[in-house]
């Protein structure tokens, strides 16, 4: 007699396990590659992957810009997703109107490729509120700094929006890093037993900080993670972002149909150190991030979209253009310090302050007012 | 009809479901077993699985789980089943329920309950007795709301669940079995609003959950040698109703503050730091604390040496400068 | 050029993977089967069998006491293990001398199975103490009650002993409801990345308390879970001491010759409610329950010894002699409360009690005398 | 020589390392990179992989391996990056770390050093700044150690490393930077043993980590009108010296306690309710309170109104009943 387990069916065991080498379509040479063997996912349409281009190209300045306001003493700190504009932008490219996005803080570039005002999309980093712009409005969750503690969000508003009979999915972003906590773990098991409509991709850039990815995980790769939820995964070349658009974009169909979640890993790097404060000669050299250079997610596009004549250089010296534009008005828009209210500090903490908390800000208004 | 606290916990839940679609009651064993104190008991059967429903096992991610949901407009409900076994929601509690309005500059709220059953008296082996309300209530963004009565227990959870606002919902456990003759749906003061359970000039004792029912037998103890006795009982750690034990100790010039938790950095040192301010000029003598001592909650067979208990409180009373 | 991943070894992938059934050698009516399709485990001696059937019946003999001693009020509250007598025997019959058990409420048996005094072993449920046992001298760590917090104590532990040179392997039992929570996710992970001696056996018994394995989890089986960590994994039926022990064996072997930890799912079934005082009627059916015991291990086992000639009615009498005499001396160790003093309360919070720590101890001490 | 508090730190890692070879290091980015604040600098490179090194990113496994380490005899000194990511391993501080002494009655102990750089004021965005010291004085079986000079974190994180018990050793990451002239190693007093920065008779100001400058500044302010103020640094909260708060108090007669955290149910309302007992008849004025608002931390623009300031304590010594 057999145990009441579920007899294993393989399919399912396979269904569920990741490609044993990452999903490329798109070399670094910018030629069209059989990557995928299994043929599961498609080439995006030229236009989509000429969007992709520009977006990538504005997106790269932005967070040159960002870096350069660092400097100049207008945010206290920026993690730079140099190198990650595939995901960056793949990301956001996939998502329809009505997706939710719940980013990290080291993905300033997704919203504003979304579509947030660049301005408001900085503001955690300038510093005049914690989080700069409308979740609301915007269908993203402010930027998580506590790692993976978005993911279990994630996973509940996507089944509470499948609950109330809206076609959303939500991407959760999360870095390699990150997967080690706990909370990653939970989301992902919440997720597949409530069959929520979430996709949690994975930007492995193989350092959190200054911890490589051989510290962080034994796996074969963080794909592998999904199979212990019952989460069909698969990985990715993260630089390239036709595998990144393309994978996504099955996900997103999948979890919106009904399948479930996915987790997706996508294999990239962080070109510049963690954020402008840290100092990755102290833990990496620079050959390593040299190796990264050819694989660079937006000259293999430039490639490829020359070579199938979708892209010439005048059209590459619009888009550079515009993204000039986009910093120069981001930087005029910066240079001012933003006006702030002591007393706002009061006003959100709960539906109505309490006497204790109107108390207090008095004691800030009047402290203000003596201009200590 | 005399109605047990956690009979009148079940009725605000099921008043509250059925008042409020959005309303759902999830986490572990909350359903076909309706919770291990039952509190939970039969709204599966009644409202559906979609309304209360069992998870994963994994705390962080009930309330984790629970944001994501009350960010897409459901007014979630978690239970944890004991207050040792919030600890792993810490982390969501304090970083993201408790901030997630002041973040969001109010954009996105996250009116969520957190059921926790607390305090010890029941027998319970290690882990299962915290008393963690302190905890919650240093946490800027959140309320605690504790019911030491049934008919409280009932209101205070329908008002929990109608805020806007988190709210940690601290249950007595000791007084789950406690039983009142009161007629359902109650609504009793709203949240914030001490209420005096005796009255007294002598000498005030403010207390909480647990303790209330403490304070009153001290309180008719005391009053037999002669010493009136006035108990004010909380229902609200956050916010905290200053104006009324500052009112009570104004007059009666003396304070003894009753809590079950460890009294080092607890609320009870909140309360005599606040009355000794506020009450500095009529303060016969200083006030005191009776708490949990600053230990593990012991095991079983020590609970009633650890236990702020009645002779404890009349010491301190006795304490109190008679002469 | 290929991405700088480590390019996967299929072989790698299929050797972290649990056999696709769990592993069976005796079957329920007591035959050896072929349920190892891998061939890889060997059917334990059968003195060794012989041995795991004499303390599985004695154990199961242990619980029934224990279950009976709840109802007279002398344990505060019991979780039964019956049923699980094979993993609760297996588990300490696969552990040397030298190596740690970091047990949880539900182990009881295994405790007393390795040794510890039951009256000791009952210290926690009787309430006169947390831990009645003394830990160090056992090797077993206290009975951990919050799901899965243990398990980074053990794969700390297992790493600490081999960093000072111990042939020490650390056995962490766990539940499927605790497999859910952060700290498996994150104990597996360290034993992993730091190649800790530790196994982790995870008795499915199907249930946490009333919430069913279907809402633990939607992974084909919770072995699954082992590949994301890149740690090798095994299911075995549960049920059969010959196969947990040879499973067992071979993972405390692995572990024990630096190969890094294992995870094991035993597919097992908890034939009473959660402890004494639950209810299962609430949350399953008797008709399930009564599935499981042609399952029994005792049973199948006894059929197994009989057949090979290893036991006989009078062997078999002899071992339930020797569960009654062992039942009937706990009982009476049992019958006495336990000497409490009050003041310990404040002994062991310190190394040194503080001065408010003696003043409080003062404040007992007095009441104490007062008789109140 | 000038050396900073995170030198010191510093140096106490090395000492102890060297001195004891049960003591290891481990936890985010504390090999290579030295820890995001460089206390742990240099530590790898001197003494190997084995006794400093970087772990998977996970607050709660950090402790619960050191848990498990410790068991088997190691001296485990973990970091957490910074205060809020301490939250996820509360569970472990709490259930296990905490108890682990008591529930095994003194067979197993977990000697472990949990390092909590905490406090605002270095423009961090949120989630950085947080004050969590009153949650740990909070739980029985810790000790809870806070330096505020130099020469006070080198001698308290020795002490730390050599305590029997588990400490979590909370660093005022605003004074990471400030510097002394210390010849290390030094030592100072032992834990539980608070500490007078400045003489006074007027008024006693209660101080600990990242407030004792401020409290100083608010001395040397006050003086010019005239107020002699004495200035306590606290140096742990667990023990926490009630004798020398006591004494001074009963000559002072005077006392605002200073903290960065929200002060509801923190630790300045236990330090204010043990005050108002021990010198009730001492007292001139009620004991005030000056801390940190019962909000959640600000973002950078905003931080400067929200930490307590000079100007807030020299208003409350202004309230404290001169006339
Ligand atoms: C719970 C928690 N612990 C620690 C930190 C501090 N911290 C911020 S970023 C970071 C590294 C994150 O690495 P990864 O997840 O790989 O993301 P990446 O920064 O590479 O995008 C750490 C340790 C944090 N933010 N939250
Ligand atoms: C962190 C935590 N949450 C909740 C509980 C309450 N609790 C005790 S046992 C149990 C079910 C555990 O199920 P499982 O892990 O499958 O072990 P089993 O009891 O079946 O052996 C629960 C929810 C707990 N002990 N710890
Ligand atoms: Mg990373
Ligand atoms: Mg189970």
Redesign the interface.
Same mark, same amino acid.
């Given at each position: 007699m057999e145990l009441p387990v579920d007899h294993l069916e393989q399919d399912r065991v396979a269904g569920l396990l990741p490609s044993p080498d990452p999903i490329q379509l798109i070399d670094e040479n910018g030629a069209v590659t059989s990557g995928d063997v299994a043929g599961v996912y498609e080439l995006p349409p030229v236009q989509t992957l000429a969007e992709a281009y520009r977006r990538m190209v504005v997106g790269r300045r932005f967070d040159a810009e960002a870096t350069a306001l660092t400097r100049q003493g207008r945010l206290a700190v920026y993690p730079s997703s140099k190198g990650q504009e595939a995901c960056q932008v793949g990301g956001v490219l996939a998502l329809a109107e009505q997706d939710w996005l719940f980013p990290t803080y080291r993905d300033t570039m997704s919203l504003v490729m979304r579509g947030v005002d660049p301005v408001d999309a900085l503001g955690l980093l300038r510093g005049d509120w914690h989080c700069g712009y409308d979740p609301m409005k915007e269908r993203i969750a402010p930027q998580c700094t506590p790692l993976a503690t978005h993911a279990p969000h994630a996973a509940g508003l996507a089944y509470a929006a499948r609950r109330r009979g809206e076609d959303a999915v939500a991407l959760a972003f999360i870095g390699d890093g990150g997967t080690s906590e706990g909370d990653f773990h939970e989301a992902l098991n919440f997720a597949a037993v409530f069959n929520a409509p979430a996709v949690f991709l994975v930007q492995n850039n193989r350092y959190a900080i200054s911890v490589p990815l051989s510290r962080q995980t034994a796996a074969p790769s963080l794909a592998y993670k999904g199979i212990g939820y019952g989460i069909r995964s698969e990985q990715i070349d993260g630089n390239d972002v036709a595998a990144v658009l393309a994978v996504l974009s099955e996900a997103m169909s999948h979890a919106r149909s009904g399948h479930g979640p996915m987790l997706i890993e996508a294999h990239t790097y962080r070109i510049e150190a963690h954020t402008n404060a840290d100092d990755a000669g102290r833990y990496r050299d620079p050959s390593e991030t040299a190796m990264w250079v050819p694989r660079d997610p937006i000259s293999r596009l430039e490639r490829y979209l020359t070579g199938v004549g979708a892209l010439d250089d005048q059209a590459v010296r619009r888009v550079q253009d515009e993204a000039e534009a986009f910093a120069e008005e981001l930087r005029s828009r910066m240079g001012a310090d933003p006006a702030v209210r002591p007393e706002e500090m009061f006003s959100h903490v709960l539906a109505e302050p309490t006497a204790q908390l109107r108390a207090q800000r008095e004691t800030v208004r009047e402290l203000v007012m003596r201009g200590d | 009809m005399a109605v047990s606290m956690v009979q009148a916990l079940n009725a605000a839940l099921r008043d509250a479901m059925r008042a409020d679609d959005s309303v759902v009651v999830f986490g572990?064993?909350v359903?076909?077993? *309706?919770g291990?104190f039952r509190v939970t008991d039969g709204l599966t059967a009644d409202f559906g699985e979609?309304r209360c429903f069992? !998870?994963?096992?994994?705390?962080?991610?009930i309330? *984790?789980?629970? !944001?994501?949901?009350?960010?897409?407009?459901?007014r979630p409900v978690v239970e944890m089943q004991f207050d &040792?076994?919030a600890?792993?929601a810490?982390?969501?509690v304090?970083?993201?329920v408790?901030?997630?309005?002041?973040? !969001?500059?109010?954009?996105?709220?996250v009116p969520i309950v957190i059921r926790i059953p607390y305090g010890g008296g029941i *027998?319970?082996?290690?882990?299962?007795s915290d008393s963690s309300e302190?905890?919650y &209530?240093?946490?800027?963004?959140l309320?605690v709301a504790t019911p030491a009565t049934v008919d409280d227990a009932y209101s205070l959870l329908r008002e929990a669940i109608d805020?806007?606002?988190p709210v940690v919902f601290m249950e007595p456990k000791g007084l789950y079995w406690s039983k009142a003759e009161v007629a359902l749906p109650a609504r009793t003061a709203p949240f914030?609003h001490a209420l005096s359970r005796r009255e007294g000039s002598d000498v005030t004792l403010v207390a909480y959950g647990p303790t209330v029912p403490v304070a009153l037998e001290a309180a008719e103890a005391a009053a037999e040698n002669g010493k009136e006795v006035e108990v004010i009982d909380l229902r609200t750690? %956050?916010?905290?109703d200053?104006?009324a034990v500052t009112k009570s100790v104004s007059t009666t010039g003396r304070c003894v503050v009753i809590s079950e938790? !460890?009294g080092?950095?607890?609320?009870?040192?909140?309360i005599?730091?606040?009355v000794?301010?506020?009450c500095?000029y009529s303060?016969a &003598?200083? %006030?005191?604390?009776v708490t949990g001592?600053?230990?593990?909650y012991?095991?079983?067979?020590?609970e009633q040496?650890?236990l702020p208990?009645v002779?404890?409180v009349l010491d301190a009373i006795e304490q109190l400068e008679w002469d």
């Open positions: - | 572990e064993d359903g076909a077993l *309706g291990v979609e069992d !998870t994963p096992l994994a705390e962080s991610g309330v *984790g789980f629970a !944001t994501g949901m009350a960010m897409r407009g459901f &040792a076994f600890y792993p810490f982390e969501q304090a970083s993201h408790a901030k997630m309005r002041n973040r !969001t500059r109010g954009s996105v709220t *027998g319970g082996v290690e882990h299962h302190s905890h &209530a240093h946490i800027p963004g309320k805020d806007p606002d914030g750690l %956050v916010p905290y200053e104006a938790a !460890t080092f950095a607890g609320i009870a040192g909140e005599a730091a606040q000794q301010r506020a500095f303060l &003598a200083p %006030v005191h604390r001592f600053d230990i593990p012991p095991p079983p067979m020590h040496h650890y208990g002779d404890r």
